[in-house]
């Protein structure tokens, strides 16, 4: 905050850093595209383990690899995995034509006696209702038929006129609805008090009188009861001043069909709609109003209209309320929570609450007749929210209220398991190359994971063909703009020169792409479920999830982990394999067919784990031929262009060239010290460039600051070379002492 210097003084002034800090992109995301058993097609699913992935796509089938890579990937040592369930679609740039479905099944309401249509307010009785208020009510029978509740005011108007001959004193005594009252007529009260004005002597009933209102008629003094209705009475007038105002003998009564409209019973309510409704009883269920069709069953109804002008004040809705024919009635859909066949496996049970409330009950979700998941002491009112929370809800269905009519209890499912659910589909039938390339407009297929902002790593186990292998590469290095690297598992069933031909005419993936990397063979891993796979103790699995955990591995092996190669006996270990499709891998001939192609082999010696023997991407002339070369690369890459957003916009000056090519810098020595580049001091390392050479007037003028930056990246040790021979050392030093 800048001050003004006026006195003398020293002011202090902070400036800017001069160095902005970087900081690194995550480097291990890894993305997977695959055919599940369950769970949500076609959105991204970030989960932290193998059993948080379970719980949303289910365990494994017969039809998809995807859950070995899952499993593969944390048992190496894998963190975040983002997972894109896909199926089949008619057309991949419309998500909605998937062919995939999900299970369903109906609970219904047990079967009981015919019911009579009834409807019942909310609020109790007295009702405080003003005269003329309507009741309208539509039945079967037709309607509205109006019922209106009238109700008058007992009313007494004297029999003299003034001006009346009044003294001190005087007095006029009467009841009000029973209630004794009495006024004393004071001569401070007039202005001549024998000449006393009618409007002189309401103004002193009004004022000490309760119950009642007094006013002038025709010169005479009328006195109304405050109670409308036939409860309301004025009567037994006397008192010294009853003759001088004329009230002898005088008494009145209200009328209508409520004793009080301030105070309205059910009782008088009753008595008044059914001589107005035909086919109805009205009866108080505790102090409510309830309105009853006399008949039961389906075809019964009433219905409080909306043009009632009473039926907020007596709590009535406005919906027709139907007699139930006694028959079972749909009360709740079951759907499975997400499409899939393994709805075949899952059905409903019911049973009577733990707690003993009648409406309430035990609802259990049964896979394979066993119980999965319950959800005790629910009712209608409660359970579509309790089984659909996103957290603590079903994971195998999700449930809809289907509208049954009636009370809670009414309403409540009947006892019993269910038939399982029908008609879910895996969307497999027909599923082809497309629906896992799929498109940005769907979006389908690879293009689902552009939700995934830190996609680092990305595989497609279920899909080992040219034409996949190819979108993923162009996905890395084109959609992408080189942020994720793409790990292709080999076809299953290849040799040595299988593989070769695969790699270098089937797919053309041979010198394509720094942004990819295959693998050769297939591995094998224990039988997670021989229920699904047969009774062999171990099964064949394309190995891209394995390799993905040991690329996460290594990032998190040590500062600078992403720069190091993912292979060979120290980091290049694979966890969880216990040999490969084939043990051709294990001859060093057979590699020596395969690593020229650009193909890494996974391998094991006698004394070795099994391991990753190659970290070479698909193209050897690029920049960055090796995987730790690429992957470190694009964690600088993408660290820096976040690292310097702060740039854009500000003025193009020598200063702001300056500040970036410091901040680089900065970040690069960082990645130095962290082993990140081969040179033995950072000049030899890395260089950044923003000089006015790169930086002209044209380029300023376009618009552009730019900033040229070398990196000096580490080779991996691929070939280890020992020369042997002859010691002579000792001949040459007695030669060297004899001249010769």
């Known amino acids: 905050m800048s001050q003004e210097l006026l006195a003398s003084k020293i002011v202090t002034q902070e400036d800017p850093p001069r160095i902005r800090q970087i900081k690194g992109v995550a480097t291990n995301v890894y993305g997977i595209i695959g055919i599940t058993e369950r769970g949500p097609v076609g959105s991204v699913e970030r989960v932290t383990s193998h059993d948080a992935w379970l719980a949303i796509f289910g365990g494994d089938i017969v039809d998809g690899d995807a859950s070995h890579a899952v499993r593969g990937f944390f048992e190496n040592g894998g963190q975040s995995l983002d997972f894109v369930r896909t199926v089949h679609y008619t057309d991949v740039t419309n998500a909605a034509t998937k062919t995939s479905a999900a299970g369903t099944s109906t609970l219904q ?14 609020a109790t009785e007295p009702f405080n209702l003003a005269a003329g208020d309507t009741v309208d009510v539509t039945t079967d029978l037709g309607g509205p038929t109006t019922t209106t509740l009238t109700a008058t005011a007992a009313s007494v108007t004297g029999g003299a006129v003034q001006p009346f001959i009044l003294t001190d004193g005087m007095t006029l005594t009467f009841n009000v609805d029973g209630v004794p009252q009495s006024v004393t007529f004071l001569t401070a009260e007039f202005s001549v008090i024998g000449a006393a004005t009618a409007l002189e002597v309401a103004a002193v009933v009004n004022a000490k009188a309760t119950g009642v209102s007094a006013t002038v008629s025709a010169g005479a003094v009328k006195i109304t009861s405050d109670t409308l209705g036939t409860g309301s009475t004025l009567g037994t007038f006397g008192g010294t001043a009853l003759a001088v105002l004329g009230f002898t003998g005088l008494s009145g009564a209200g009328t209508g069909n409520v004793a009080s409209i301030d105070a309205v019973t059910v009782a008088e309510l009753k008595a008044a709609i059914e001589l107005a409704v035909a086919g109805v009883t009205v009866s108080s269920a505790g102090g409510a109003v309830q309105i009853e069709r006399n008949s039961a069953g389906a075809a019964f109804s009433v219905q409080v209209a909306s043009s009632s002008t009473a039926d907020d004040e007596l709590g009535f809705d406005n919906a027709t309320h139907s007699g139930t024919s006694g028959a079972a009635q749909d009360t709740l859909t079951v759907d499975g929570k997400t ?46 929210a309790v089984v659909n929370d996103p957290d603590t809800g079903s994971k195998y269905v999700a449930l809809t209220d289907a509208g049954a009519s009636g009370t809670l209890l009414q309403r409540r499912p009947a006892n019993g398991t269910s038939a399982n659910l029908t008609g879910g589909s895996d969307g497999i039938v027909g599923l082809s190359d497309i629906d896992f390339i799929g498109s940005a407009a769907g979006p389908t297929g690879l293009r689902v994971l552009d939700a995934s902002l830190d996609l680092s790593i990305l595989s497609v186990p279920d899909r080992p063909t040219s034409a996949v292998q190819n979108a993923m590469l162009s996905y890395c290095s084109d959609t992408r703009n080189g942020q994720c690297i793409a790990i292709l598992d080999p076809p299953a069933g290849l040799d040595e020169n299988g593989i070769v031909t695969y790699v270098e005419t089937t797919a053309s993936l041979e010198d394509l792409s ?49 720069f190091q190669q993912p292979a060979g006996i120290e980091r290049g270990i694979l966890k969880g394999v216990v040999g490969f499709e084939t043990d051709i891998v294990m001859q060093e001939a057979k590699r020596d067919i395969v690593f020229p192609h650009r193909i890494n082999p996974l391998t094991t010696e006698d004394g070795l784990p099994l391991y990753i023997d190659g970290a070479r991407t698909l193209k050897g002339n690029g920049n960055f031929p090796s995987v730790g070369e690429r992957r470190g690369v694009i964690y600088i890459e993408q660290s820096i262009k976040r690292g310097l957003q702060f740039v854009r916009h500000q003025n193009n000056t020598p200063a702001l060239r300056a500040r970036v090519n410091r901040t680089v810098a900065a970040f690069l020595l960082q990645q130095y010290n962290q082993g990140a580049f081969r040179g033995a001091t950072p000049s030899a390392s890395f260089f950044v ?52």
Not at 339 to 355: L, N, Q, T
Not at 695 to 705: S, W
Not at 724 to 731: A, L, N
């Open 689 to 740: 460039d923003t000089g006015d050479a790169l930086n002209t007037p044209t380029e300023i003028f376009a618009g552009k600051l730019i900033a040229a930056i070398g990196l000096a990246t580490n080779k991996p040790a691929e070939f280890v070379v020992l020369r042997f021979s002859q010691d002579t050392r000792d001949i040459e030093t007695e030669l060297a002492k004899a001249g010769i």
């Open 514 to 562: 720094e942004f990819g990397a295959i693998y050769w063979p297939q591995i094998k891993v224990l039988n997670p479920n021989t229920t699904v796979f047969g009774s062999d103790t171990a099964i064949v699995v394309p190995p891209s999830g394995h390799i993905a955990g040991v690329y996460a591995r290594t990032d998190g092996s040590q500062l600078g982990g992403v």
């Open 109 to 122: 309401t047990a079967a009981g006696a015919p019911t009579k249509g009834s409807v019942l307010g909310t």
């Open 339 to 384: 499409d899939g066949s393994y709805a075949a496996d899952i059905a409903s049970s019911v049973v009577d609450a733990s707690s003993g409330v009648a409406e309430q009950f035990n609802y259990r979700v049964l896979d394979g007749g066993l119980v999965a998941e319950s959800f005790p002491n629910v009712n209608m009112d409660t359970i579509v």
